[in-house]
């Protein structure tokens, strides 16, 4: 195998995007045969060297798994809990080592990637790639036009303007029952936006991430991902950064990251 970045190796390697990495190596968190390296570019033979952050050896993944798991609710989006809740991996045990892409709130149902293979989990998330996600929400109230309208233009959320999203009435008559696809995946930020307007999510539900649908997957079940979809969410990821490699700017905040305190 060719020499590669060490930062690189350890993206593709672990659950850590690459901005994560480039810190720890910097901070001297990182070493190669045992000596500390503060060089993300620094070259490594994967075959031949021993990389450890700290401490801890990043072994080399010899197998990408993706899996399309269907969250039910009262599930935290983490593989553990130090409170004993219900997680994730209460579901989804595997061999591998694997991480959720972003994460769904405590009482949020639907669709959850999970992978082991940190560059692509990382790059699904980052707001530069703009990967849709699509919600079917349940509101306190019918949404009006109005409303539709500002919340599809944009609207200032913790001092940032959330992009253009997509908003559609499920049904003629209930306008209280709406689809959501967003191009970002800020924390809580489905909640927020209709909040913000003074309606409740009484119901959230993830039907779709990128072009992979959650399909007729069971409550709490779990599939592994059809090559043709993860060549479809490859491609949406290569679309994008071939269409904007100027503008990429690595240090933006990427979309809410699971985590043990939901
Ligand atoms: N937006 C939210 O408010 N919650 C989720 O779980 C996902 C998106």
């Known amino acids: 195998m060719e020499d590669i970045r060490l ?15 480039d810190e720890y190596i910097i901070q001297g968190r990182v070493t190669v045969n045992g000596v500390t390296v503060t060089e993300p570019g620094h070259k490594i033979e994967p075959e031949n060297d021993k990389i450890c952050l700290d401490g801890e050896t990043v072994k080399q ?16 989006t983490s593989m553990h809990d130090d409170m004993g809740r219900q997680t994730v991996m209460d579901y989804v045990n595997t061999k591998y080592n694997l991480f959720p892409v972003g994460r769904l ?23 530069n790639f703009k990967i849709t996600k699509t919600y079917d929400v349940k509101l ?7 409303h539709k309208q500002a919340l ?9 303007k959330t992009l253009p999203c997509q908003i559609k009435y499920k049904h003629n008559k209930n306008h209280a029952v709406v689809t959501i696809t967003l191009k970002e995946g ?16 009484q119901k959230l ?7 992979v649908p959650i399909g007729n997957l069971k409550i709490g079940a779990w599939r592994y991902l059809e090559t043709k979809e993860i060549n479809s ?29 939901d």
């Not at 709130?105 to 998330?125: E, I, P, Q, V, W």
């Not at 539900?205 to 072009?211: E, L, P, V």
């Open 205 to 211: 539900h993830r039907a779709k991430y990128g072009n």
């Open 105 to 127: 709130d405590y009482d949020t149902t639907g669709l959850l990637l999970l992978t082991n293979d940190g560059d692509f989990a990382n790059k699904l998330m980052h707001p």
């Open 61 to 76: 993944t010899s197998k990408w798994v993706y899996i399309a798991f269907y969250k039910p609710t009262k599930t935290i």
């Open 140 to 146: 306190s109230k019918p949404l009006e036009e109005k």
């Open 7 to 21: 930062n690189k190796y350890i993206a593709g390697n672990s659950k850590f995007s690459r901005r994560d990495i």
């Open 152 to 160: 599809m233009k944009g609207i200032m959320l913790t001092g940032k």
């Open 233 to 261: 969410l490859k491609n949406l990821i290569n679309k994008e950064s071939t269409e904007s490699r100027e503008n990429i700017n690595i240090s933006e905040e990427t979309e809410s990251k699971p985590n043990k305190s």
């Open 186 to 201: 800020r924390n809580r930020q489905v909640k927020k936006m209709f909040e913000k307007f003074g309606y409740f999510v």
